[in-house]
Nanobody, 125 residues
Framework: QVQLVESGGGLVQPGGSLRLSCAAS????????MGWFRQVPGKGREGVSC????????YYADSVKGRFTISRDTAKNTVYLQMNSLGPEDTGIYYC??????????????????WGQGTQVTVSS
């Protein structure tokens, strides 16, 4: 049974950092593409970052380039999202997801097959 469990969200002041974790079970993380998405009320689910399966190709939304870093630890079957220089615009529910078909990194949420429950990130003073 495929399961994704996010953790690491919380309340942080502007300029601060958080590291989100997504623990995967039921499949080998390195064999599939992994993505991070965020959603705020009234807006669609935005692709924040992703990592392809075979070559580890990464993608970052323009809004997070230079501030966020995606990584994975295959021994722990966990993918991470390091978020630095956070601002109020980064507030939202962050989800990790896995794509089982192509293994390619994509920002389109419709391409992903399994999702975690989400973790809330709030950036506020």
């Amino acid at each position: 049974q495929v399961q994704l469990v996010e953790s690491g969200g919380g309340l942080v002041q502007p300029g601060g950092s958080l590291r989100l974790s997504c623990a995967a079970s039921g499949f080998t993380l390195g064999a599939y593409a992994m993505g991070w998405f965020r959603q705020v009320p009234g807006k669609g689910r935005e692709g924040v970052s992703c990592m392809g399966s075979s070559d580890g190709t990464t993608y970052y939304a323009d809004s997070v380039k230079g501030r966020f870093t995606i990584s994975r630890d295959t021994a722990k079957n966990t993918v991470y999202l390091q978020m630095n220089s956070l601002g109020p615009e980064d507030t939202g529910i962050y989800y990790c997801a896995t794509e089982f078909v192509s293994g390619s990194c994509t920002s389109r949420y419709t391409e992903y097959d399994y999702w975690g429950q989400g973790t809330q990130v709030t950036v506020s003073s």
